[in-house]
């Protein structure tokens, strides 16, 4: 079955997105070049931006429930830009450190809307192909990100921020196009006022973090998230200490993103038919084994089939744990139950990374390796064992206590009551 058109505009725009958003390694590189801050501050600069990121999860998952995934997307980018060429512009520390904890926020809210967005726009059984071919665009678009902006920040600097603003008003213009949200049947679905609709978002943040199964997944999502992110941190380090190359290890990460690009639509053909949490053990597993093996690592070669195994688990990961979820989440509730996901996973910037270099400074690279396969092997471990947990089976997550309260949780009209509808409003 063919993806709808709705799909595709949502996908390009994504893409379009991720390709002009400025990564945080770049925003350093342009903070210091042009000397608008101290190298002291630029630190708390990029940490405001992270700290952007982990609040959009939660956030930005209620309110996309809240008003529908796709008015999210389309209001959030047209501020991205204008904060984006503020960010051009703006040269005293404080407005710096604002702007960058807004920024840092919206370019992050959309993603638990875009997933809300497609279990909106495709069956049920096709959310993990449509999942997997959407994270391919945010791929691409992370991965010709930084050869946007390193020419960029050579040629002239402010155009970062231009290309910035553009990208996300393309976004909001393709994601306008796509069908609108379902509206409440009734005036009485709606939330009676400001205070009764941020009621209902902060009920609906903290229902994922009430069901066992979710809360040892989203526990086991952070600290596998604490393993990979060491990709950020340590990693490229120890390959430093090796001897390679600076080019030698974008040639090393080179090969994760094309594997990814050309793995991730396969996962859901190969893994389709396997219980829900087997996926999550086999990828716990490919990334212990992946970031273990760096222990024997040596050199190019070897650091690049230590990048192969931790890849293969990451492809695993991404498409099949929003499938976890979406099939969990009770009707109207899909994008903040993918918001808790992305918490739990933005959380380990915050922690994993920083945590890994401190440990690899105090202890070395190799007794880190070493630790983080046993970190890995318990995760895995934890996901086998989901199944024993109340909530396991899809479909069995209770309903919201007040299914009368959000815009999104109400039934359309004429539609069949939510019992029966899985996780969308839109089918």
Same mark, same amino acid.
């Given at each position: 079955?063919?993806?709808?058109?709705?799909?595709?505009?949502?996908?390009?725009?994504?893409?379009?997105?991720?390709?002009?958003? #400025?990564?945080?390694?770049?925003?350093?590189? !342009?903070?210091?070049?042009?000397?608008?801050?101290?190298?002291?501050? *630029?630190?708390?600069?990029?940490? #405001?931006?992270?700290?952007?990121?982990? /609040?959009?999860?939660?956030?930005?998952?209620?309110?996309?429930? #809240?008003?529908?995934? %796709?008015?999210?997307?389309?209001?959030?980018?047209?501020?991205?830009?204008?904060?984006?060429?503020?960010?051009?512009?703006?040269?005293?520390?404080?407005?710096?450190?604002?702007?960058?904890?807004?920024?840092?926020?919206?370019?992050?809210?959309?993603?638990?809307?875009?997933?809300?967005?497609? =279990?909106?726009?495709?069956?049920?059984?096709?959310?993990?192909?449509?999942?997997?071919?959407?994270?391919?665009?945010?791929?691409?678009?992370?991965?010709?990100?930084?050869?946007?902006?390193?020419?960029?920040?050579?040629?002239?600097?402010?155009?970062?921020?231009?290309?910035?603003?553009?990208?996300?008003?393309?976004?909001?213009?393709?994601?306008?196009?796509?069908?609108?949200?379902?509206?409440?049947?009734?005036?009485?679905?709606?939330?009676?006022?400001?205070?009764?609709?941020?009621?209902?978002?902060?009920?609906?943040?903290?229902?994922?973090?009430?069901?066992?199964?979710?809360?040892?997944?989203?526990?086991?999502?952070? #600290?596998?998230?604490?393993?990979?992110?060491?990709?950020?941190?340590?990693?490229? $380090?120890?390959?430093?200490?090796?001897?390679?190359?600076?080019?030698?290890?974008?040639?090393?990460?080179?090969?994760?993103?094309?594997?990814?690009? $050309?793995?991730?639509?396969?996962?859901? %053909?190969?893994?389709?038919?396997?219980?829900?949490?087997?996926?999550?053990?086999?990828?716990?597993?490919?990334?212990?084994?992946?970031?273990?093996?760096?222990?024997?690592?040596?050199?190019?070669? *070897?650091?690049?089939?230590?990048?192969?195994?931790? *890849?293969?688990?990451?492809?695993?990961?991404?498409?099949?744990?929003?499938?976890?979820?979406?099939?969990?989440?009770?009707?109207?509730?899909?994008?903040? !139950?993918?918001?808790?996901?992305?918490?739990?996973?933005?959380?380990?910037?915050?922690?994993?990374?920083?945590?890994?270099?401190?440990?690899?400074?105090?202890?070395?690279?190799?007794?880190?390796?070493?630790?983080? /396969?046993?970190?890995?092997?318990?995760?895995?471990?934890?996901?086998?064992? /989901?199944?024993?947990?109340?909530?396991?089976?899809?479909?069995?997550?209770?309903?919201?206590? =007040?299914?009368?309260?959000?815009?999104?949780?109400?039934?359309?009209?004429?539609?069949?009551?939510?019992?029966?509808?899985?996780?969308?409003?839109?089918?």
């Amino acid at each position: 079955m063919t993806l709808p058109k709705a799909f595709w505009l949502l996908w390009c725009g994504q893409t379009a997105s991720r390709l002009g958003t #400025l990564a945080p390694a770049f925003l350093v590189l !342009y903070l210091e070049q042009n000397g608008r801050v101290a190298p002291g501050t *630029t630190p708390l600069v990029v940490a #405001l931006f992270g700290a952007g990121v982990v /609040l959009s999860g939660l956030v930005g998952g209620a309110v996309a429930d #809240l008003i529908g995934p %796709r008015r999210t997307i389309v209001a959030a980018q047209p501020v991205t830009a204008v904060m984006a060429l503020l960010f051009g512009v703006a040269d005293h520390v404080a407005a710096l450190c604002a702007l960058s904890l807004i920024t840092g926020f919206l370019s992050a809210v959309d993603r638990p809307a875009g997933a809300g967005l497609i =279990s909106a726009i495709v069956p049920q059984e096709q959310f993990s192909k449509a999942y997997s071919l959407f994270l391919v665009g945010f791929n691409i678009g992370m991965s010709l990100s930084p050869v946007v902006s390193g020419f960029l920040l050579e040629v002239s600097p402010g155009a970062l921020f231009v290309v910035w603003a553009v990208s996300s008003l393309v976004y909001a213009a393709l994601v306008f196009a796509v069908p609108a949200d379902p509206q409440p049947a009734r005036d009485a679905d709606r939330p009676a006022g400001a205070a009764a609709a941020l009621k209902s978002a902060a009920r609906g943040i903290a229902e994922p973090f009430r069901t066992p199964v979710l809360v040892a997944f989203l526990l086991l999502t952070f #600290l596998l998230a604490c393993i990979y992110l060491q990709v950020n941190s340590a990693l490229p $380090l120890d390959m430093r200490d090796s001897g390679l190359t600076t080019g030698d290890i974008g040639f090393v990460f080179a090969v994760n993103a094309v594997l990814s690009v $050309l793995l991730l639509p396969l996962v859901p %053909r190969l893994v389709g038919r396997l219980r829900a949490h087997v996926p999550l053990i086999l990828a716990a597993g490919f990334m212990a084994l992946g970031f273990g093996a760096n222990v024997l690592a040596d050199g190019m070669v *070897t650091f690049t089939l230590a990048t192969v195994l931790w *890849t293969l688990g990451e492809v695993l990961w991404a498409p099949m744990s929003a499938t976890f979820i979406a099939d969990r989440a009770p009707a109207g509730r899909t994008s903040t !139950y993918q918001g808790s996901y992305f918490f739990a996973w933005n959380a380990a910037f915050v922690v994993g990374s920083p945590a890994g270099l401190a440990f690899a400074h105090a202890h070395g690279y190799g007794p880190l390796w070493l630790s983080v /396969l046993g970190l890995g092997l318990a995760v895995a471990l934890g996901f086998a064992l /989901l199944p024993r947990l109340t909530g396991f089976a899809a479909g069995t997550v209770p309903a919201p206590e =007040s299914e009368t309260e959000t815009e999104s949780d109400a039934v359309p009209s004429g539609a069949v009551p939510s019992e029966a509808v899985p996780t969308s409003d839109l089918r």
